[in-house]
């Protein structure tokens, strides 16, 4: 071959990732800003599972979706929110359920500090709540920063009540004190980073101001309790049925001199589930049944009720069948499942530029560079991974180039480093084919989790084409 032949040939057969920026048209560019923006919003009303599950309830009926509850079947989409905590929509296809959906599943759950059922306390005249944290957190990140409170409690009476403070500019914030560097050397600077830092030490600082005079006992706890007492009408028994999530006080912002990238807490995994939202609500009367799942309690591995170890799914999938006049017998639910191709829309962690050591630089995802299909998650030689096959992942590229969707590969760090998993294994036990599908992150798990911008507008494409794809 000539000098010219070798180089077409490159171009023909070497694969090079694309930069999502270079092949945006300046019409897309302004539908970037726009997505970024309903997601920055999305993110701060959607901080814990519960407000994640009340706005897409909200956008899913205001784009005419119908509780499956309801009576009545006119529109062909519905939705179900299950205790409160995750939540499933679906849009009727033209070929019957059993034929099998497109499905797309996220979790809407993040790391953060879960307070305890008996959290308050005092200690040398202040005011604490006792936590345990949920999920994978650097426990150093959750210290010396603002933090905001959210909570369901459950009253003696039986009544709920919601309340969300730090989050209003006008509201108090909460915070985990840190020890001065000048005393930290024995207890934390000279220790391994895991156990410079314990769990039982992330106490969220909540007053110093005391009920009463010197005599009262307990008057800093008691300061606390009148707080709740005289607002919410709440008892310290109440705690005790209570799920109150403490989460980073801060807003979604923008990232960068260009504002081409988003910072904020919880985007693992609401970035795709922002995604896989915005994609559904725009399909209208696909070839193939379109579904989204947001599942709860991922990030402490999909167990309990509103995870995706639940039978949430076939329940939700064999009252469609029945509400559709199809045929609701186990047999055919087990058929509708089986035939499904379902993407597992979660992230995966960005190269970063200064720990590059951690990744393997070919396999590695990058921010930028589109919608990232991970074959397999898992750690210690893929393990505890469903691996997608090569007939699913070709598929999957087919969908993707057709649309001219901008995509990379990316594994989970090196061999050997470390790991991860997601719920891809979770539903592929009904035999569907599911891999993995979703942007990469910078600082993930992080409180302040970074995104591209680009990305988003990809994912949210790449999305929307699997739900169009037949
Ligand atoms: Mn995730
Ligand atoms: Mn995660």
Not at 206 to 223: A, M, N, Q, W, Y
Not at 244 to 269: C, H, N, W
Request: some cysteine; proline content about 3%; hydrophobic content about 40%.
């Amino acid at each position: 071959m000539n000098k010219k032949q070798i180089e077409d040939f490159k171009k023909r057969t070497v694969r090079k990732p694309k930069l999502v920026w270079d092949v945006l048209t300046n019409k897309e560019n302004i539908q970037v800003d726009q997505l970024a923006d309903d997601y920055k919003f999305y993110l701060d009303q959607a901080k814990t599972e519960r407000e994640a599950v009340a706005v897409t309830t909200k956008k899913a009926e205001a784009s005419g979706f119908e509780n499956i509850e309801d009576s009545g079947n006119s529109s062909g989409k519905y939705y179900r929110v299950f205790r409160n905590k995750c939540i499933a929509l679906a849009v009727v296809g033209k070929n019957p359920l059993s034929a099998g959906a497109r499905i797309i599943a996220a979790h809407i759950d993040s790391p953060r500090l879960d307070l305890k059922q008996n959290p308050l306390y005092q200690e040398v005249d202040l005011a604490f709540f006792k936590t345990h944290y949920y999920g994978g957190i650097r426990k150093y990140q959750w210290m010396a920063t603002p933090l905001a409170l959210h909570g369901k409690i459950i009253k003696a009476d039986g009544s709920s009540m919601d309340f969300v403070i730090g989050e209003d500019e006008t509201d108090p914030v909460f915070t985990v004190s840190d020890l001065l560097p000048h005393l930290a050397a024995k207890v934390q600077s000279e220790k391994k980073l895991s156990e410079a830092f314990e769990g039982e030490k992330l106490n969220v600082l909540i007053g110093s101001h005391p009920l009463g005079g010197e005599e009262v006992e307990d008057r800093f706890k008691l300061s606390v309790l009148q707080f709740f007492y005289e607002k919410y009408g709440l008892v310290e028994e109440d705690f005790t049925c209570a799920e109150i999530e403490v989460v980073p006080a801060a807003k979604a912002r923008d990232i960068g001199l260009d504002r081409s990238m988003i910072g904020a807490y919880g985007q693992d995994d609401r970035i795709c589930a922002f995604s896989a939202l915005h994609a559904i609500l725009g399909i209208d009367k696909p070839e193939s049944w379109a579904m989204a799942f947001f599942f709860d309690k991922e990030e402490i591995g999909s167990d309990g009720n509103t995870g995706a170890k639940s039978h949430f799914v076939e329940n939700f999938v064999s009252d469609l069948l029945a509400k559709t006049g199809e045929d609701d017998t186990d047999r055919n639910l087990r058929r509708a499942l089986l035939n499904s191709m379902a993407i597992s829309a979660d992230v995966n962690g960005a190269l970063d530029p200064d720990y590059q050591e951690v990744h393997e630089k070919r396999n590695a995802a990058r921010l930028g560079y589109g919608v990232c299909i991970t074959k397999f998650s898992g750690s210690g030689g893929k393990y505890g991974s469903s691996d997608a096959g090569a007939e699913y992942l070709g598929t999957i590229r087919k969908i993707f180039n057709d649309n001219h969707i901008v995509w990379q590969t990316g594994e989970l760090g090196k061999v050997d480093e470390g790991g991860g998993g997601t719920i891809a294994k979770f539903l592929a036990v009904y035999g569907m084919e599911i891999v993995d599908c979703g942007p990469a992150l910078l600082s993930m798990h992080s409180p302040f989790e970074i995104s591209s911008k680009a990305d988003l507008f990809m994912v949210c494409k790449a999305y929307r084409a699997f739900f169009s794809t037949e």
